[in-house]
């Protein structure tokens, strides 16, 4: 997978599509991961072709048709590239699934969650299967698809097990990503930068000991890209092909201990020590360049007194005083934008606090700190920042003084980014993609209407606006390099080459009186420095000479003149630095060009021309395989029960098509599902059949006695009841948003309900006569039409809920027609997270409630576990009931080592539950303030009270810790029962694994 140089704001993980089912399936496992989960939305139908290439299966759809020969050229030049320099070739064609633009590959169903901004495209090891957006410039597209083909090859020399995630022994991840990043054959200018900063600062890991972290930042790819060259360095490239082999020995079977002794006859920390030695005495040359601190204060967040860390853009207010800084939420696990003072870099406010559902994230550059994300406007009132919402972005403005957001503008193109508050206040300038093809847009933000200004082939970037609103400059990509252009507002057309050469020139950005022009540059040893170009002589001046890199200048006004702000990157953080702009380092000579309109375009190495009788169209099932290794999935209830379950999938080659069989079990009581789901488009669609007996424990009328705390042993199993469905439905779920959707069920189904004791079901349906009420028991066919609406805002850490909210608000109706079943039945569930200032302690609440009518009415059965705690497990039961929780979590110990692994994160909970079920016509008193009796201290003769208590309504509160091992969230809970009349005497300990609510 190759992860763009940025970071993208983080989001809850969704659980991969079979553990999806697993959690979708009632009862069992709805007590283990009791979630409802956002929605992956697909917002386009792609009529997917396939064209046969000499080693590949090439997917496309008719949209980017005319670029699959340019597309197949890549595939070709790369494989040969990759091929011949690991002397291995691939079994079978690789299937190489292509999409027009990134949001278009963000719906992509082979990412078992939702695909990160930050994320360029990925390679999964089941089939190989490489999934690429092609809306990169053509010389990063060809190395894009190189990363991602030598992932295929790596998967191919060293299987990874049978789907994602499975090895037989883990591979280090920056041997997977390094050695992609190697066969690429460039350095991005941000990616050497990073290597750079480590050997010179001495942060540079040991390589055979460290373990990075999925989508942990490009530093991975950078140490393992290093690595290979070291190993090219000192051993050659046979070096290289003896390491992969040997390591392919020691992951099939044999000892990953041995593979540094095998292929290099060194041990690891020799290897380590070596690769160290040689990474600095690389980039010794460059070890008495400038630092950040012979600028001055560091004015980024300081992270041992804030929450936030790093600096991943910024944008100086016009007086000068403050600073906006898009910096990293440790607290909250996103990205924040703030405000900052230009005096000492104290953080004076969040302008994004918490968690909204007004925008999915926030929008980085494309060229992350070298480019810009956020804005002020020219009146210091706002500053601009681009949004994810839903497939596309929005422009919102939010006001630095209430932090509200004041203006929201959607953008209907391509990742929009960079935008440019006019000084007219009405309109904005920005990047944005249309066909692939970047261009720069101006903005009506009363209208929300744009037009192209650019309108060429040429990947256009960062504009930015003269500080009297007439002439525009941005950035665009020439042979491989930008360079800074410019054009007037009234008349794009007459655009003209301000930088000249080989190298990169970017994000510019006016001086404050507007004669000048700021801007990074790289000519020197491929670092970023800052330079001045002033627009009447053309003479051009460089300020900084780093080795860490100065990216993205903006001048910042005060008394004495502007001050340069800029990004910079030292000891593996990105902060923000500023200069005086008084004297320059050196002059710079420039050889002015003549600037040609034709677009230089990247050549591959290989030349394809397309084959008409190779194309075709993908047939539906086309592709099906068996979708990874059967998750497991288990746990244990509070009374003792054993409960579990697993599924195996089919699927198509593109993950849009799903069969899946699942089973569950708790205690002797199994639930099988076998469906079929479409989810090639919008609206998810399919069928199923299922065979699901649940168990619970009810005791109607008062036939079968039971304490206030629950059932007496010698009642316990009379009361043990069974609800078996059998049959089939056709269901449908349609996303309205990613946080909610609407879902739609209709079936035909056998009833089979019954006491597991015969003579406890006769006594109980007897009992029910004599009141003159029927039996809750209900045998027949039942035909059920169900809808309902769910939202899910909630943000999840990796313990569970953090902050948000979730609800599920459910009808069914099951007509009386002939013999059929007749009820009506009505559900919610809702559920609100409080978070408490900036920790992971939070404040849960939750009701539910249930409400079922008819000549047959259903029921429903809660407790234990998290719902009721303290009480039997599904201990409650009736045609009507709630429950409600208040529980108040917090962080105990993150983590902790123990001689049995890892235990972590430790938390604690303070939990109260209150709730109650009924059964149709069954007498039945929730609370009274009249005098009264508890009975649960003494169950027999009970204790006068008095006041408002509960009667036949339940209540426990207490405290309780929660572990994690071995990945299962284990609960141990001390409850206290009570009926606010009386108290139980002594403490009820239980244990369960399972999630909260």
């Known amino acids: 997978m190759l992860t763009r140089p940025r970071a993208g704001k983080a989001s809850a993980a969704l659980l991969p599509p079979l553990l999806l089912l697993l959690a979708a399936t009632p009862p069992a496992t709805a007590q283990y991961i009791p979630y409802y989960g956002k929605n992956k939305v697909k917002y386009d139908n792609f009529a997917w072709r396939i064209y046969n290439a000499p080693h590949f299966e090439v997917f496309y759809y008719p949209e980017f048709e005319q670029h699959v020969a340019r597309l197949v050229s890549y595939l070709e030049s790369s494989y040969l590239k990759i091929s011949t320099g690991l002397k291995h070739e691939m079994p079978k064609p690789i299937p190489a699934i292509f999409y027009k633009t990134h949001s278009e590959f963000e719906q992509t169903n082979l990412f078992p969650a939702f695909v990160p901004e930050g994320v360029g495209a990925f390679t999964e090891p089941v089939l190989n299967r490489m999934v690429i957006p092609i809306d990169d410039p053509p010389d990063k597209l060809q190395g894009l698809i190189t990363h991602e083909m030598v992932h295929a090859f790596a998967f191919s020399l060293i299987p990874r097990g049978l789907g994602f995630g499975i090895s037989q022994r883990a591979i280090p991840l920056w041997v997977d990503e390094g050695l992609a990043d190697y066969f690429r054959g460039t350095w991005d200018p941000l990616d050497l930068m990073m290597i750079r900063d480590a050997a010179l600062t001495d942060q540079v890991p040991r390589l055979s000991r460290a373990e990075f972290e999925p989508l942990s930042g490009r530093l991975v790819y950078n140490m393992g890209h290093a690595a290979f060259e070291f190993m090219e360095a000192r051993y050659g490239k046979e070096g290289i092909r003896q390491f ?64 936030f860390t790093q600096s991943i853009a910024f944008a100086p207010s016009p007086s000068g005083e403050v600073a906006a800084i898009m910096t990293f939420n440790r607290s909250d696990g996103e990205l924040d934008i703030v405000l900052v003072s230009t005096r000492d870099g104290t953080v004076i406010s969040n302008l994004t606090p918490g968690f909204t559902d007004a925008y999915e994230g926030i929008a980085i550059n494309n060229d992350f700190v070298a480019g810009r994300s956020i804005a002020f406007d020219p009146r210091g009132d706002y500053v601009a920042f681009f949004g994810r919402t839903g497939k596309n972005r929005s422009l919102f403005l939010v006001s630095v003084l209430d932090r509200q ?521 929730f609370a009274t303030s009249e005098p009264g009796f508890s009975y649960i201290n003494d169950p027999v003769f009970g204790e006068p009270v008095s006041g408002w208590h509960l009667v036949s309504g339940r209540a426990s509160y207490g405290f309780g810790l929660e572990l994690f091992f071995l990945g299962y969230p284990m609960h141990f809970d001390w409850s206290k029962f009570t009926d606010f009349g009386a108290t139980s005497n002594s403490w009820k300990f239980s244990f369960w694994i399972g999630y909260d609510f």
């Open 244 to 307: 992969l082999y040997t390591l392919r020995k020691g992951i099939l079977g044999g000892s990953t201990e041995d593979i540094y002794q095998q292929a290099f006859r060194t041990s690891p920390e020799e290897f380590d020590q070596a690769f160290d030695k040689w990474l600095k005495e690389r980039f010794k040359p460059y070890r008495d360049l400038q630092r950040p601190n012979d600028f001055g204060r560091d004015l980024s967040p300081n992270p041992e007194k804030t929450s």
């Open 405 to 925: 957001i004041k203006k929201k503008v959607a953008v209907n193109l391509d990742q929009p980014q960079a935008p440019c508050l006019l000084p007219d206040g009405r309109h904005a300038l920005f990047a944005a993609l249309r066909g692939g093809v970047a261009d720069i847009y101006l903005l009506d933000l009363e209208t929300g209407e744009y037009r192209n200004l650019t309108n060429d082939e040429y990947y256009d970037n960062n504009p930015e606006v003269s500080p009297d609103g007439k002439l525009v400059v941005y950035q665009r990509r020439v042979s491989g390099n930008e360079k800074v252009y410019a054009f007037p507002l009234d008349d794009p057309s007459r655009k003209t080459a301000l930088t000249f050469g080989p190298f990169d020139d970017t994000a510019p950005h006016f001086s404050s009186d507007g004669q000048k022009l700021y801007y990074s540059s790289n000519e020197d040893n491929e670092i970023d420095n800052l330079r001045r170009l002033d627009l009447r002589t053309g003479a051009i001046e460089q300020y900084t000479n780093v080795f860490g890199g100065a990216m993205a200048p903006a001048p910042m006004a005060g008394q004495k003149g502007d001050r340069l702000a800029f990004s910079t990157y030292f000891k593996g953080q990105f902060i923000l630095h500023t200069l005086d702009t008084g004297e320059a380092l050196k002059e710079v000579e420039q050889e002015v060009q003549a600037g040609a309109e034709g677009l230089v375009d990247f050549q591959p190495d290989v030349t394809h021309e397309v084959i008409p009788e190779n194309k075709r169209r993908k047939k539906l099932f086309e592709g099906l395989y068996l979708e990874g290794r059967p998750p497991i999935n288990v746990g244990v209830t509070s009374s003792g029960d054993f409960y579990g379950g697993s599924a195996v999938g089919l699927t198509d080659v593109l993950g849009d098509q799903l069969f899946a069989l699942t089973v569950l079990s708790i205690r002797e009581f199994r639930t099988y599902d076998l469906r079929y789901v479409n989810l090639a488009s919008r609206l998810h669609y399919g069928v199923n059949l299922f065979d699901t007996t649940s168990f619970f424990y009810a005791a109607p009328y008062g036939v079968i006695p039971q304490g206030y705390g629950g059932y007496y042993d010698t009642s316990r199993d009379l009361a043990i009841a069974t609800q078996r469905f059998t049959g089939g439905q056709v269901f449908a779920e349609y996303p309205l948003g990613t946080f909610r959707r609407m879902e739609l069920g209709a079936g035909v189904m056998r009833v089979k309900e019954q006491f597991q004791n015969p003579q406890a079901e006769a006594q109980v349906c007897g009992q029910a006569a004599l009141l003159g009420v029927p039996c809750f028991i209900n045998n027949g066919w039942q035909a059920p039409i169900s809808l309902g609406v769910v939202q899910e805002t909630t943000r999840f850490a990796e313990f569970g809920p953090l902050s948000g909210s979730t609800f599920y608000l459910g009808a069914a109706v099951a007509p009386g027609f002939g013999s059929f079943l007749q009820r009506q039945t009505v559900n919610a569930d809702l559920r609100k997270y409080l978070r408490l200032g900036s920790t992971s302690a939070l404040l849960a609440l939750r009701g539910r409630g249930f409400y079922s009518t008819g000549d047959n009415p259903d029921y429903f059965y809660f407790g234990g576990n998290m719902e009721l705690r303290g009480y039997p497990y599904y201990g409650f039961a009736g045609n009507q009931g709630f429950f409600a929780n208040a529980e108040l979590r917090f962080p105990l110990i993150h983590l902790a080592a123990t001689p049995i692994g890892i235990l972590g994160p430790v938390r604690g909970t303070i939990f109260f539950g209150i709730g109650g079920a009924k059964f149709k016509g069954e007498p039945y008193t």
